[in-house]
């Protein structure tokens, strides 16, 4: 199994001035520090013998201060020789198809070879959606027209659209992508509700959780999501998931990382259901999520882990194999991503779990093996399930 890191960052602290509106003050911690030990987060990642660097995609809030990931993945492209990039996820509607498209085939020619992983949603945030000046209530329809874009941006010599969203005239993708022709092959979706979901599989995505669910409930996806895929005529898909991780032989230390991740539940939901959130009941496309944010009321800083605790690599070296490993023969895990820098946690002690982990776990974790389950394979029975709203997002 390969193993890639979630590199991103978080202004944790700054989550009371910014709720509270007051935005006449700077951050009680700056922003540039912040992103630096990302940046020696970063730098660790391939020494270390990990696969991957992953980010992801937010604007204008103390949550995941990432931008552009392409931007980012492409700074990562120069200072690597070996790894791989992956997001997680482009969030689709807010960009510009032939844009896309084309920082895409950039940066996968900046890469010479290595892969590029796409991960690919179609965001939650009001206030992330209003800064774009794009209607959330459209954001299926450009999620869905955009993914039929960037296929045919990749898989013809020049391409033309004509949708309800995008009306795009004959034009070409230059310079032509490396890997032209294989760039949305093992594209994947990141999906918090049963419609998205459904129209992840439908599109032939494949499946990218992001600090997913309780492993029953990710099990009964995996099968729902292949059900669906074997309905089109397509292969069964094996998941990626991101995991948030901290690695320690502490128990003190162990017990600080559930509250880090408790921290980070918190952070979620500030960002996508309390800070500047227009309803979701009336939002067309986004109603399930007003169940979902209900469920998650009583989160709070300390206590906010959750279902996430099922699922969730806090351990020692030991424990945390035990799990990757129970995960794998549970929902077919195929590849995992690592998070170890999130909630307040201090970059000394991400750093020292991310080390940790790559000393006593990772060797064994190339080793798993990777097989795809019976029990994951999709029945025409398992289209009936729906799965309950909840977890972490981002």
Known sequence: ??????????????????????????????????????????????????DSIWCAEHYGSPYSMQSNPLQWLSYWAGRTERIDMGTAVIVAPWWQPVKLAHEIA???????GRRLHLGIGRGVAAHEYAGFGIDREESRDRFRELIEILR??????????????????????RPQARNKGRLMETAKAAFNTPASMDMAADLGLGQLFVAAEG??????????????????????????????????????????????????????????AVWKTESFANTKGYEEYAARFEQDAEVDENKGTHRVK????????????????????????????VHPAHGAKPAPEAQASLKLFAEEVLPAVHAMETPLHEHNLGKPEDLDFVPSIGGAVG
């Open 152 to 173: 045919l941006a990749d898989s013809q010599e020049s391409f033309e659209y004509d949708g309800e969203i995008y009306k795009i005239p004959e034009t070409q993708v």
């Open 106 to 112: 950039m940066l996968d020619t900046l890469l010479d």
């Open 1 to 50: 199994m390969q193993v890639g890191v979630m590199v991103t960052s978080y202004n944790q602290r700054d989550w009371d001035r910014v709720l509270a509106g007051d935005n006449d003050k700077p951050p009680v911690n700056p922003d540039i520090p912040i992103v630096d030990n990302s940046l020696a987060l970063g730098a660790m990642v391939e020494p270390l013998g990990y």
């Open 310 to 337: 099922q699922t969730g690599l806090v351990g020692t070296p030991e424990q945390i194999f035990d799990q990757i490993e129970r995960l794998q023969k549970s929902i077919s895990l195929e590849y995992l991503i």
């Open 215 to 272: 492993e029953d409930q990710m099990i009964s996806q995996v099968a729902k999501f292949n059900a669906i895929r074997a309905q089109k005529g397509l292969a069964p898909n094996q998941p990626t998931t991101m995991l948030y991780l901290h690695c320690s032989t502490d128990e003190e230390e162990l017990e600080k990382g559930w509250r880090y991740v408790a921290q980070q539940t918190w952070a979620a939901r500030n960002h996508y």
